[in-house]
């Protein structure tokens, strides 16, 4: 009876890892089997929801309907189809900034410029009003101070104005003046490919013309832009057309016509007399980090006495910017006028005798700026007067430091010779030789556009 208790002791011992062994395994595969199971019902509702998404995804929002066609509107064209003339002509919307707008958004940018300047110079010169600006030598004064309200009106027009305050001097005395600067408005998708601008604007005549008194690249005007344009350049009332062909490189063709007011340079003032501007631009990528821009422009109009007035301009623009930087590292700029006019001219007996008067100037600067808050640079001035004989060259070594893109200062010491002595009111003075001493201040707040290239 002992005897087969023991053997069977002996192997339960040994068949018991054996069956133990077994029993794992099968747990196991059956573990894997349920993994695998739940593993293709997940991949199965991964595929479902992806389908719904998709389904969702391609429904118009609710109450939304499809845009319908404009009565007349043509289809778009094909992918790879050049577009016809009818194509051409119909409007396009570039951007949907005003069909996103929601109740309660306000789609205006409201923008303050304030520009200050500070003039040092001669006694005589002063007393001859013979200096950058006539009858404020010695002075620290408002140059111009802007009120900016700009903004998208719809997805086909864009509007801007600007109210300026300044201190003038006009008829021998000084003034704070307050008046419109600009209001017009930009038609951004007519036919063809044009825009239109119509309104009080400062023309696209030139280089720096455009530009308002604080984004001049210097403190001041460069001098035949002063004696050809007046001070406060070219500012009319009209429309200025746009279009850039489709070329394979960047041309901008612009016309204007405008009532012609400027008085240094027209002074009609009439539409049945109206002064036409032009303009061709075109823009060339020289290598990754630079870039020039080369533009004419011309304007003809009459005088007051009905004598035609042509003006021609050539200008160019070249900058370097070092890969990486926000700024650009080196500037160079140049423009030239040539003006053609008649004037009469009274003999000693008071008799009128018409004279063309053929005049040229010009202007070039460089600026270098290898930090991101200083800046230095210098412009030559050459020019003859309009009208009058005689000539006039200027230097102009400047610095500026700029402690933000909002806040600038600038520091510039201006020689002037002229070729005749300048004399002031009641002969008092002279300004035949000019130096000055500028100092400009200018701040930005709030929105402010982009200045061109």
């Known amino acids: 009876m002992r005897a087969p208790i023991i053997a069977a002791v002996w192997l339960a011992s040994v068949l018991a890892p054996g069956l133990a062994v077994a029993q794992d395994a099968d747990t196991l595969r059956r573990e894997l089997e349920q993994l695998r199971r739940q593993q293709e019902q997940y ?3 991964i595929e479902a929801l992806s389908e719904r998404l998709e389904r969702l995804e391609s429904r118009p929002a609710p109450g939304a309907a499809a845009p319908a066609p404009a009565p007349g509107a043509v289809a778009q064209p094909a992918p790879g189809m050049p577009p016809s003339l009818i194509d051409l002509a119909r409007p396009r919307q570039p951007f949907g900034l005003y069909g996103e707008r929601r109740q309660g958004q306000f789609l205006l940018d409201i923008g303050v ?6 003039n040092i110079t001669q006694r005589n010169v002063e007393q001859a009003t013979g200096g950058t600006f006539a009858g404020r030598e010695n002075r620290f004064f408002p140059r111009e101070v802007e009120l900016m309200l700009f903004g998208q009106i719809d997805p086909y027009a864009r509007g801007e104005l600007r109210i300026e305050a300044a201190e003038e001097f006009e008829d021998g005395e ?10 017009h408005l930009t038609l951004l998708t007519l036919p063809y490919g044009t825009q239109a601008r119509l309104g009080f604007m400062r023309n696209r005549f030139g280089l720096l013309n455009e530009r308002h008194r604080e984004a001049l690249p210097q403190p001041d005007q460069p001098n035949v832009l002063t004696h050809f344009l007046g001070e406060e350049g070219l500012r009319e009332s009209g429309v200025e057309l746009t279009w850039v062909p489709p070329l394979p490189f960047y041309l901008e063709t612009l016309l204007g016509v405008f009532n012609g007011d400027n008085e240094e340079a027209f002074g009609r003032g009439r539409l049945r007399d109206p002064l036409v501007t032009g303009r061709v631009r075109t823009f060339f990528e020289l290598f990754d980090t630079s870039a020039i821009q080369v533009g004419l422009s011309a304007a003809t109009g009459e005088t007051p006495d009905r004598q035609r007035s042509t003006l021609a301009g050539f200008d160019l623009k070249y900058k370097l910017t070092p890969e990486g930087w926000r700024h650009g590292l080196l500037t ?4 030239a006028l040539y003006g053609n006019r008649l004037v009469e001219v009274l003999d000693d007996a008071g008799a009128g005798d018409e004279r063309r008067r053929e005049r040229f100037g010009w202007y070039a600067y460089a600026e270098v700026q290898p930090w991101r808050r200083w800046l230095g640079g210098v412009r030559y001035d050459n020019t003859q007067y309009p009208v009058d004989p005689g000539r006039e060259w200027a230097v102009e070594p400047y610095i500026a ?3 933000s893109e909002f806040l600038r200062f600038r520091l510039a010491y201006k020689h002037t010779e002229r070729s005749h002595r300048f004399v002031g009111p009641e002969d008092r003075g002279s300004a035949r030789i000019v130096d000055e001493f500028l100092f400009q201040a200018t701040f930005f707040l709030g929105a402010h556009p982009a200045h061109p290239f």
């Open 43 to 45: 991949q199965k509702a």
């Open 113 to 118: 410029v304030g520009d200050f300047i500070g």
């Open 174 to 183: 000084r003034e704070l003046h307050l008046g419109l600067a600009e209001a």
């Open 332 to 335: 160079v700029a140049g423009e």
């Open 401 to 403: 430091f700029l402690p």
